[in-house]
């Protein structure tokens, strides 16, 4: 098949989050001329202080919530301000996201520190023992309830949200949804664990807590997601897809009340019930 892109490869790793390919289609044993925009993938390197701990395949937008959400999960921040300095850097090789620590926050990086090559399905890779995989999570402490109407609600919201997987069918998307005011924000990414970094990002620097609201996925759940849900302190993890069993573990142990099979017609609760309102 050939096919004609809207874009140079050079403007793809300098940020096109999307492509338009002219290919060609089957259907019923017929040969049919087929448009399609896919997303974007490029690597995305996380440096600090000159040296490059991170490379991950991702969807090139967003980029400044991705540096900060990823170094929030990660354990190397806690707030914006520990970050001194961040340049994104776009060449043909890909994105670089340079970072410069404040003075303190440089030991937390040492203590963290792991260098690795993910791909977008990848949210551990890389790790230098098991230990650090089974890591110890922050218990998350929040007096949230939440109505099975609202959480319906919820998860009907975010396929509206999601711009770039309308286009593609072929991204994830994490949430931010308070039930005081609905859906707050929608990031998207070839890599669910990128969007939910993406989201915390976006979160730490706008200044939501996510104690005040609940975190929706896209996906299913696997560990990794939960592990960033604990760093960001969201007590309601929702998704559409099931969990793995460890992910159901972790997420009893952080405190945070986790359902999966969301759909139209209802939900799964599978930690933490007394989140959940009876009405």
Not at 6 to 24: D, I
Not at 29 to 46: C, I, N, Q, S, Y
Not at 188 to 194: L, M, Q, T, Y
Not at 216 to 232: D, F, G, N, P, T
């Amino acid at each position: 098949m050939t096919a004609s892109l809207s874009t140079t490869s050079a403007n793809a790793a300098a940020g096109s989050s999307a492509w338009r390919v002219v290919g060609q289609a089957w259907r019923k044993d017929t040969a049919l001329a087929r448009e399609r925009t896919l997303p974007e993938e490029v690597p995305v390197a996380f440096s600090y202080h000159g040296t490059t701990h991170a490379v991950l395949m991702a969807t090139p937008d967003n980029l400044e919530d991705f540096a900060f959400g990823f170094s929030r999960s990660e354990g190397i921040i806690r707030t914006i301000t520990e970050v001194s300095d961040l340049t994104v850097v776009r060449g043909g090789d890909g994105i670089e996201l340079r970072m410069w620590l404040a003075t303190e926050t440089s030991d937390a990086f040492a203590a963290r520190r792991r260098r690795f090559v993910g791909p977008s399905g990848c949210g551990m890779c890389g790790l230098e023992s098991l230990a650090e995989a089974n890591r110890s999570l922050p218990v998350v402490a929040s007096d949230i309830k939440i109505s099975r109407q609202l959480i319906e609600e919820a998860v009907a919201a975010l396929p509206r949200s999601q711009v770039l997987h309308m286009a593609t069918r072929a991204v994830h998307a994490a949430a931010f949804w308070k039930p005081s005011s609905g859906l707050m924000l929608t990031r998207e990414d070839v890599g669910r664990h990128n969007a939910i970094d993406k989201l915390a990002g976006a979160m730490l620097r706008l200044g939501y807590s996510a104690a005040d609201g609940v975190i929706v996925m896209s996906s299913r759940v696997s560990i990794e997601l939960v592990q960033k849900a604990s760093m960001m302190g969201a007590p309601v993890l929702i998704a559409v897809s099931a969990p793995t069993a460890y992910a159901v573990r972790a997420a009893e142990q952080a405190g945070i009340t986790l359902i999966g099979v969301a759909r139209s017609d209802g939900f799964e609760v599978f930690t933490h019930f007394n989140r959940i309102r009876s009405d």
